[in-house]
């Protein structure tokens, strides 16, 4: 359910390759492919690191 939730609030922002990512989750988890589902949380993991200071930035120019 959460990666479900995620693809649409990375699509959102703009975070186009983490809602990819979730999307993958999301079926990876689906069809109980539990070494796929770790394998794409570490990446996905790594990837809202990235993304999560970019929208900080974003929002703080915007409230500027």
């Known amino acids: 359910r959460e990666a479900h ?3 649409a609030i990375a699509g959102n922002v ?3 390759r983490l ?7 999301q ?8 070494a796929k589902s770790r394998a794409v949380a570490a990446v996905l993991a790594a990837e ?3 993304l999560v200071p970019l929208i ?8 500027a």
Do not use: F, N, T
């Open 5 to 7: 939730d995620l693809v």
């Open 19 to 25: 809602s990819a990512l979730a999307r993958q989750l």
């Open 27 to 34: 079926h990876a988890c689906q069809s109980g492919d539990g």
């Open 48 to 50: 809202a690191e990235a």
């Open 56 to 63: 900080r930035d974003y929002q703080a120019a915007k409230a």
């Open 14 to 16: 703009g975070g186009m």
